[in-house]
């Protein structure tokens, strides 16, 4: 059984779309690939075959190599909240919170889990692809560390570092990282890799051969920008900040940016769709006045979040919105904004206490400390539907008698106002479903692409492997893996 471990010079440099790549470019060359991540860190999760979660970009990664996700295939999930502490997911369950005070100890603490499931991966695989996390030369982290070196080292896995070339500086991050790191810990770097190149490779022959020269290490390509990357789901919200060339469509949908905001690629189905223009609204700006519908997110700290939406200004323009007849979505966190009252009694999300909500569903949540983790098949708006339940919270009242949708054939799932103009909903993914979200455009006047999603993600993954197979030693990669190749 083989490995190999992609570690960046930063965050966002692109390890998990390469990881995805690689992956499914392995599973193409005929070998039995899983992809593995000892820690992550998002908002952005998703529900697994045996009952847990991990962060998304594995789960992404598991679909590049054609199997389902599991929770080994991420053992330490970090949840942000709103008091700088972060909800502690171990093998796909909810194991407590972490912060600034405990981090180092706690973390360092999980290695025995996350060996643990790394060996059932190995077991299984003739290859695991290991994703890091932010940067290898974050030296400050290193003690206790189990998502970069740490993990490689303990595991014998040889490291692959990733240099960002399209945000400037890449000879320097990339030797820099030989600098500063621990000499045994660079001796786990057998190679390195230049991401997002735009232009003609070979008019950076020469800095890739210098980089080559100063760091010892063996350049295995350039990788231009990689197109197809957009229509993949993305795990970190820093994509939220990037302004997008948004287009005047038939259907204008507007979705506040939270601070804490999860699971935001809920909205990729909808963005995708000719006839919508999906607009990310930011802190310090109001939600568009012409929009058609508003649809609030999930949330990893409810309350904080409802908070915010007032001090933003967002709850006028919202409740205005509605008044003039305009539509409001909420999902899961979102769904339990649009309530009367959040309740958090135990001090789940933080210090105990409730916050008043939107008031436009007549519902009221409390959060509870059991997670609730399904994957579901639903019927809603006439149309059958995948998706995923992942909340911490039981929401009754008098709109849950109009339900939004029904789950595994007797379940009530969410709540519509008596207008029609409101609903809430705890299913995650639910308008990947092509049937489901035609409707929901008819319900607009406007027709649909009727273009799978699922379809449209793993032509992206496709793509990317192909990509990869052109521009980078994809070969030497994969003997290196094996361990023919050092």
């Not at 991420?74 to 008091?83: E, I």
Request: glycine residues 12%; aromatic residues 4%; hydrophobic residues 45%.
């Amino acid at each position: 059984m083989g490995a190999l471990m992609l570690q960046g010079t930063g965050s966002d440099v692109g390890k998990s779309v390469l990881v995805a790549g690689l992956c499914r470019a392995f599973a193409n060359r005929g070998l039995a690939v899983r992809p593995f991540k000892p820690q992550n860190m998002s908002n952005n999760a998703a529900v697994t075959i045996d009952g847990g979660e991990i962060g998304r970009a594995q789960a992404l990664q598991a679909l590049a190599c054609r199997v389902e996700p599991h929770t080994d295939m991420n053992p330490v999930l970090l949840k942000p909240q709103a008091d700088h502490t972060s909800q502690l997911v171990v093998q796909g369950q909810v194991r407590g919170t972490i912060g600034g005070g405990n981090f180092r100890e706690a973390r360092a603490a999980l290695l025995p889990q996350v060996l643990e499931s790394w060996e059932r991966l190995r077991a299984q695989s003739d290859v695991v692809v290991v994703e890091g996390a932010g940067a290898a030369a974050e030296i400050n982290l290193r003690a206790g560390d189990i998502a970069n070196m740490g993990f490689a080292r303990a595991a014998k896995v040889p490291v692959v570092l990733v240099g960002d070339i399209d945000r400037g500086g890449v000879i320097a991050s990339l030797v820099g990282t030989r600098t500063v790191l621990d000499p045994d810990d660079a001796a786990m770097i057998q190679g390195f890799l230049i991401n997002k190149f735009r232009g003609t490779p070979s008019l950076f022959a020469d800095g890739y051969a210098q980089i080559e020269a100063l760091s010892g290490w063996r350049g295995y390509g350039v990788i231009p920008w990689l197109a197809a990357a957009v229509r993949l789901p993305s795990e970190d919200a820093v994509v939220l900040e990037k302004p997008d060339s948004s287009r005047r469509a038939a259907l204008r949908i507007a979705c506040p940016i939270l601070p804490r905001i999860a699971n935001f690629d809920d909205l990729d189905p909808l963005k995708a769709e000719s006839g919508v223009e999906l607009v990310m609204v930011p802190p310090g700006r109001p939600i568009p006045l012409d929009c058609d519908l508003v649809i609030l997110p999930g949330s990893k700290a409810t309350l904080a979040d409802m908070a915010a939406v007032r001090e933003q200004g967002w709850h006028i323009d919202i409740l205005a919105h509605h008044r003039r007849g305009g539509r409001v979505l909420g999902i899961c966190g979102g769904y339990q904004m649009l309530g009367r009252v959040i309740r958090d009694p135990r001090g789940i999300e933080g210090p105990p206490g409730e916050i008043a909500g939107l008031g436009l569903l007549d519902v009221e949540t409390e959060l509870t400390s059991g997670k609730t983790l399904l994957r579901v098949t639903g019927s809603a708006m006439g149309q059958t539907f995948e998706g995923f339940e992942m909340h911490m919270g039981e929401t009754s009242g008098q709109d849950c008698t109009r339900p939004f949708a029904t789950l595994d054939g007797t379940r009530a799932d969410g709540a519509m106002s008596a207008d029609g103009l409101v609903i809430g909903t705890y299913v995650h993914g639910a308008f990947a479903s092509t049937g489901l979200r035609t409707a929901l455009l008819k319900s607009f006047g406007v027709a649909s692409d009727r273009r799978s999603h699922a379809s449209t993600v793993d032509a992206a993954l496709d793509e990317i492997a192909v990509e990869l197979e052109r521009h980078v030693d994809v070969g030497g990669l994969m003997r290196m893996a094996l361990g023919r190749e050092r």
